[in-house]
């Protein structure tokens, strides 16, 4: 079996997963890869030009190079570095050099290595392309060797196909075992019904339609709201606004609670955007209740390991008929389904099979 690759990143940041979904995503599979014996090297973008917060720095699974992204002249030693890589792969949405970084990856390619980029917007760059049609990527898109997507599905591969992609093949989110995991319940995140939500995002959305009024409904069950934002805004007198969760209590939130409440995003109806938020309540063993998304039955069985409603009545008869117990016993089904079949190792594997290699860690085998 091969082993030992060098792949050489160029990324948004990852430094901070506080508010960022997509560095724990790239997190999980980055250090899966190197747990399957890669070396990784990931360049990412300095903006402001001063120490930025972070709450990695050194990790053990790669090495992380930040550069001012004030100047273009400053990718230039980068690119000389990544030369030698086995695999360079360009992550998409930087927001520094972007088109500029595109055309020198592409121009990296020889015998014997492979050029990826990974669209982790893809329904933002796709529609960016189909209305700009001179837009520099088009001419791209048939250069790299396979576009990798964070989530979409058909509809997003047969899209990528109209614009002659080599290979598009979909990464989804995953649960990352060694960062989201069951823990003791704590008393201040005692719920019947959880929610984490940010007010600018979700006006007249789900929290609204669903959350409010099957709290409105059952006012002697408690409701937890979470998230930024709602200061200030009139809430049932049986939900609780507690603000901002931090990293360190996400386990404990997600865990403690009967149930937890996710909300779809609107695109994820359009094709299949499991979202990060799944796989994070799903791997603290949460009971997870949600309205329909696209594909949702390939990653969690409605029922048995996720439930469903779709209008308030429907959520407040969910949360009246389900015991503790039974959301326990469908919360820890949950998880055990997606350690079996979707954690940032089996993502990995999917990207080693696509390089022609196989084999998930045993460290990731947990039960």
């Known amino acids: 079996m091969i082993r030992g690759l060098r792949f050489a990143f160029f990324g948004p940041a990852i430094g901070l997963s506080s508010g960022n979904p997509v560095a724990g995503y790239l997190r999980g599979i980055l ?7 890669h070396e990784i090297i990931y360049y990412e973008p300095n903006p402001c030009q001063r120490p930025l ?21 400053n ?4 690119y000389t570095d990544a030369h030698s890589a086995d695999v360079i792969v360009k992550v998409s949405h930087i927001g520094a050099f972007d088109a500029v970084m595109e055309k020198e990856i ?5 015998m014997g290595n492979l050029i990826y980029f990974w669209d982790i917007a893809p329904l933002n760059t796709l529609s960016r392309i189909c209305l700009k049609t001179d837009d520099p990527f088009i001419t791209m898109i048939p250069k790299f060797d396979t576009i990798l997507t964070l989530g979409g599905g058909e509809p997003i591969k047969k899209t990528y196909s109209e614009f002659h992609a080599k290979r598009c093949v979909p990464i989804y989110n995953a649960l990352d075992p060694f960062v989201y995991f069951p823990v003791e319940p704590n008393a201040k995140f005692h719920a019947d019904l959880a929610t984490l939500s940010s007010r600018p995002a979700d006006q007249n959305s789900l929290t609204c339609d ?7 409904a059952l006012p002697h069950n408690k409701f937890l709201l979470a ?6 805004n009139p809430l049932p007198r049986n939900v609780q606004y507690i603000g901002t969760i931090f990293p360190r209590d996400n386990n404990a939130f997600y865990s403690t609670p009967k149930c937890i409440l996710h909300r779809t ?9 499991p979202a990060a938020e799944i796989f994070q309540a799903a791997g603290a063993g949460a009971c997870l209740l949600t309205d329909y998304w696209t594909g949702l039955e390939n990653f969690l069985e409605p029922d048995t390991e996720i439930l469903l409603a779709r209008t308030p009545e429907e959520l407040a008869e969910k949360i009246q008929s389900t015991s503790v117990d039974r959301a326990r016993q469908i919360g820890a089904a949950a998880r055990k389904h997606l350690l079996a079949h979707h954690t940032s190792a089996h993502r990995a594997h999917q990207i080693d ?14 039960t």
């Not at 972070?54 to 002249?73: L, S, T």
């Not at 998230?227 to 200030?232: E, H, I, P, T």
């Not at 995003?265 to 955007?273: I, M, N, R, S």
């Open 75 to 78: 990718l230039y030693p980068l």
């Open 31 to 37: 250090r899966a890869l190197h747990d399957t014996g």
């Open 265 to 273: 995003h609107p695109h994820a109806k359009l094709a299949t955007f």
């Open 106 to 110: 592409i121009e990296m390619k020889r």
């Open 353 to 366: 099979q696509l390089i022609g290699l196989s084999g998930i860690p045993p460290q990731y085998a947990l």
């Open 227 to 232: 998230g930024s934002g709602w200061q200030g």
């Open 210 to 216: 669903l959350f409010f009024n099957a709290a409105a």
């Open 53 to 73: 917060r972070r709450d990695i720095v050194n990790p053990p699974w790669a090495k992380i190079v930040v550069y001012p992204a004030n100047d273009e002249r």
